[in-house]
């Protein structure tokens, strides 16, 4: 069984899923850590996202794994667990850039898949329910309005010591948003099956229940 979950950034995939695939006790694949893990790679290498022959090259000689069992799942990259260094304000306002380019897309999409062939998965990102998992028994796309996610990214970033507004992550999420769901390569859009979650104003639990009852028709 493939839960597959979309939608923008802070509308509340990450959180759900982890707990989802806890609770159900199947795996959990945070693709966007995967695309930040990359990121993080080229950044530190000097790589530009325009540079698609170094980008292959970086695809080719880059180990990504996950470790651990949801909700502590950790993300290790080269065999340096690099959980925290994907979710700095660097990789952030670089990772739609680095994103979009075929190169790395095609590579992580033919990753995941192959991580999906080895059991049931609760997976997050912008693309699983449209490209990578079309079939995927059950579909969400989870979105909530700009005000909400940017408070969620704002508690996010708290935890990390760093303060930033309201409005500037207003802006940098809007920002995000815009290139994720206007590149050529598998934008972010909800796929026509999948089912619409507006998450402001719900609770974590509310959240995780609803996708768990949707579940349970598939649990043998
Ligand atoms: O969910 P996140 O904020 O960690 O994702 C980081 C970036 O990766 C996001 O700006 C879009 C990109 N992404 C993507 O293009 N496709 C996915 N399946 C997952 C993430």
Do not use: H
């Not at 790395?104 to 609760?122: D, H, I, N, P």
């Not at 999420?173 to 099956?193: F, Q």
């Amino acid at each position: 069984m493939i839960i597959a979950i979309d939608g923008p950034a802070g509308s509340g995939k990450s959180s759900t899923a982890r707990a989802v695939a806890a609770r159900l006790g199947i795996a959990y694949l945070d693709t966007g850590a995967m695309y930040r893990a990359i990121t993080l790679k080229a950044v530190r290498l000097g790589i530009a996202f325009t540079d698609d022959s170094a980008l292959e090259k970086v695809m080719t000689q880059t180990s990504i794994e996950f470790e651990g069992a949801a909700p502590d799942t950790r993300i290790i990259m080269d065999g340096e667990d690099v959980s925290a260094a994907v979710r700095t304000d660097e990789v952030t306002r670089n990772v739609s850039d680095y994103c979009a380019r075929d190169v790395v897309r095609k590579s992580l999409v033919s990753q995941q898949r192959l991580a999906a062939s080895k059991g049931s998965l609760v997976c997050e990102g912008r693309d699983m329910s449209t490209v990578v998992f079309p079939n995927a028994e059950i579909k969400i796309y989870m979105s909530a309005s700009v005000n909400e996610r940017a408070r969620r990214r704002q508690k996010d970033f708290a935890a990390m010591g760093v303060n930033k507004s309201v409005e500037e992550l207003e802006q940098e999420i809007e920002a995000r948003d815009a290139k994720d769901s206007s590149r050529a390569n598998s934008p972010l859009r909800k796929a026509e099956d999948a089912v619409e979650m507006d998450t402001t104003g719900m609770t974590l639990e509310d959240q995780i229940t609803f996708i768990v009852e949707k579940a349970k028709p598939y649990l043998s």
